[in-house]
């Protein structure tokens, strides 16, 4: 930029302070030519299952997001500005589990865009997805996480040229991200990406996957079978929750790892599918651990394959469609109740 005679000025604060940030634009406005845009690029990360997120953990990483854009909002609101741009994530539009505080955070500034364009003044936030060199997901295990997800990362020079387009266009809130949509569909399931699947895809969907994870466990030895039952239990759990159990976790309640109700019933469709046998999603939401539902599932496997799940399942997937969160928790405990009572 200086090569290209821009005077570049590097001014050191914690955006989170608002006296510290209200310092700085006081300083531009006394030494340089009026501020015309704002680009807000900040953000913490300290990520856990949401049970784990103490009140400190949240407002850990919402004080650069939310403070932060709160402070250059208010402290802007007399300049005359060409771009405000907010810095998100596509986690708060996709979701993100094990990432509660920043997903929160982000949906902030995505409120706060809508909430300046409401009173006339510009902005734009980018939901963006991984950069390689820099940002938050440089790290190389983000970056492999992110790329077993079908989230690829592109270079800063992609990334400033997408920006340049949103901001042409004048988009309040649009979401920049490199997708492998055959991994993405297997690892995503919010309705915004089956509707953009059905115009990427042109209808089509990612191929159904040829599982022999049931051949392969049976065909070890018997000694053997258990430890492939937990590897493969660590691999959809982790898929479910966007992040590995350690071995420690093996003997800890499901719920305790943070498997919702609504997890709960991915899980019990990922195992069923690969499995070709019945998981009740009742017994999931009794809390086993993870090596119990593997005692549970070597059982099951010595019944014949693709045997009919029981009839208190049959159409549950078509059951909590649509429903609330609490709404899929209040069915599926009312479920549990009416298991125990029976086995009463």
Not at 144 to 172: A, C, K, N, S
Not at 220 to 236: D, I, N, S, T, Y
Not at 320 to 339: C, I, M, P, Q, S
């Amino acid at each position: 930029m200086r090569a290209d005679g821009v005077d570049v000025v590097v001014a050191k604060a914690d955006v989170s302070d608002e006296r510290q940030v209200a310092g700085v634009i006081e300083e531009i406005r006394h030494s340089m030519p009026p501020l015309r845009g704002v680009v807000h690029a900040a953000g913490i990360l300290d990520d856990g299952v949401l049970m784990q997120l103490d009140e400190e953990r949240f407002a850990t990483v919402m004080a650069p997001k939310v403070n932060g854009a709160w402070n250059l909002h208010r402290l802007t609101l007399e300049d005359d500005l060409d771009f405000f741009v907010l810095f998100s994530s596509a986690a708060s539009v996709l979701g993100s589990p094990g990432q509660g505080n920043y997903v929160a955070a982000n949906a902030f500034l995505d409120a706060l865009a809508h909430h300046r364009r409401a009173l006339g003044m510009p902005a734009l936030a980018i939901n963006w997805g991984a950069w390689t060199e820099v940002g938050l997901a440089t790290r190389s295990d983000r970056v492999e996480h992110l790329t077993r997800q079908g989230i690829m990362p592109f270079t800063p020079e992609q990334g400033v040229l997408l920006m340049e387009r949103m901001l042409e266009r004048d988009l309040v809130q649009c979401m920049g991200v490199a997708m492998d949509w055959g991994k993405i569909l297997g690892s995503y399931t919010p309705p915004v990406l089956s509707r953009l699947s059905e115009e990427v895809l042109a209808g089509e969907g990612p191929a159904k996957k040829d599982s022999s994870v049931r051949k392969d466990i049976l065909a070890a030895e018997p000694e053997e079978r258990r430890g492939l039952v937990e590897r493969f239990l660590v691999e959809q759990i982790a898929q479910v929750l966007k992040c590995s159990p350690t071995k420690g976790d093996a003997y800890e309640p499901l719920n305790r790892l943070g498997i919702d109700s609504l997890m709960a019933v991915e899980l019990k469709n990922r195992v069923e599918a690969d499995l070709e046998t019945s998981l009740p999603v009742t017994a999931l939401l009794q809390g086993p651990s993870l090596s119990q539902l593997a005692t549970q599932l070597l059982e099951g496997l010595d019944a014949p394959a693709a045997e009919a799940p029981e009839e208190a399942e049959d159409g549950l997937e078509a059951q909590v469609e649509g429903l609330t969160d609490e709404e899929v928790d209040a069915l599926l405990r009312d479920l549990v109740k009416e298991e125990e009572k029976a086995e009463g």
